[in-house]
């Protein structure tokens, strides 16, 4: 789950840490503003912390501390307390130090969330609306749930902001929402097509159960999208589409995978796929043509032209097939060869027209894929 960077926090609590209209001065402003005993001390701790020695720079605080006699020196000293304390990421103190003189929540917030301090984050980042901050502790209280209706106000609002979908979706995830998820990251998916997009929702969909040739489905759909990465799930993949009769797609995602240094040029393990893939591959693609005049085997013979990056003929062969015995995932993957063959619009009808069952879901993330092509 993403949660909100923690250095954007850091940053924001560094930021804020002066009281507002009263700025965090240093050098010889800070030195004129207060008298000697004060200002001094805190121009050394300033210059301390920035060069991170936060133990001498708390020491130097302390000099300031007991020097103060006024609000305005007490006030200068706390506020550069909280940022000493920030640098060395003891927010909790930090956050002490800013209430002892009357920090706005804004301010608190954030330190508050850093410091794990979450009851008071969320009651401090209510009044000052800082509703992410909210959300956030939510997630990290195990309240996905709060934190999902949070950010479905943000989406509500703003539908096409990107954080905001990025952060309901994570929120799902959590409740364990898994079709409120898919539509929340397909709805993302169309905002940024982009691989790493598509791999937040492939990986989690990986993991889920699902049939043989669905799986396959997903692999090729991997691969598309550019999330074919890893070793781990080229073999998967080859392996997969060996058992479910497509050899040469198994040959072929090998090999490509070893041409980007996926896999390991050379490896014998890697070499013998290859080699088997390839000589069953040939026989498969032998028998395609007769096969794919009837029901029967077309399906079989759609797997061998797929292989072959021969599209039209398994186009055909998957029509054949659809009126066979395995008409689902002859449907499925006929719409995966149309949008090899760039034929996006066609492939999208045919992807609608996956019956409900273990295919259906696999095939409306094509028909995503396909809305974001053409």
Do not use: C
Request: no cysteine.
């Amino acid at each position: 789950m993403k949660l909100v960077s923690r250095h954007s926090l850091i940053a924001l609590a560094l930021a804020t840490a002066p009281l507002a209209g009263m700025p965090l001065i240093g050098g010889a402003a800070l030195a004129q503003a207060l008298s000697p005993a004060v200002g001094k001390p805190l121009q050394q701790a300033s210059n301390a912390a920035k060069a991170g020695n936060t133990a001498a720079a708390q020491n130097y605080v302390n000099q300031a501390r007991a020097a103060a006699t006024t609000q305005q020196e007490r006030t200068k000293v706390g506020q550069m307390a909280a940022y000493v304390y920030t640098r060395a990421g003891n927010y909790g103190a930090a956050a002490a130090e800013l209430e002892r003189i009357g920090a706005p929540a804004s301010q608190l917030a954030p330190l508050y969330y850093q410091a794990r301090q979450y009851d008071k984050a969320i009651a401090a980042a209510n009044k000052s609306g800082q509703t992410t901050i909210v959300a956030q502790s939510y997630l990290m209280q195990g309240k996905p749930a709060e934190a999902a209706k949070i950010y479905q106000k943000m989406v509500d609002q703003n539908p096409n902001n990107p954080t905001a979908l990025q952060n309901l979706a994570n929120a799902q995830f959590k409740m364990g929402d898994k079709k409120a998820y898919i539509a929340t990251i397909q709805k993302l998916i169309r905002l940024d097509p982009t691989p790493a997009r598509w791999r937040a929702l492939l990986v989690d969909m990986k993991a889920s159960p699902m049939s043989r040739d669905a799986k396959l489905g997903l692999y090729h759909l991997m691969r598309e999208t550019g999330n074919l990465t890893t070793p781990a799930d080229v073999q998967e993949f080859a392996k997969i589409a060996i058992v479910g009769g497509q050899p040469g797609v198994a040959a072929d995602v090998v090999q490509k995978a070893t041409e980007s240094g996926v896999l390991t040029a050379g490896d014998a393990m890697n070499t013998k796929l290859v080699e088997a893939s390839a000589k069953r591959q040939a026989a498969a693609l032998a028998a395609a043509p007769a096969g794919a005049k009837a029901p029967n085997s077309a399906f079989a013979a759609g797997n061998a032209f797929l292989g072959a990056g021969q599209y039209p003929q398994a186009i055909a062969a998957f029509t054949t097939a659809q009126k066979g015995p395995n008409a689902a995932e002859a449907t499925m993957f006929k719409g995966i060869a149309q949008v090899r063959a760039g034929q996006y619009a066609a492939a999208r009808q045919t992807f609608k027209a996956v019956p409900a069952g273990p295919y259906s879901e696999i095939a409306g993330l094509w028909d995503l894929y396909a809305s974001t092509r053409g």
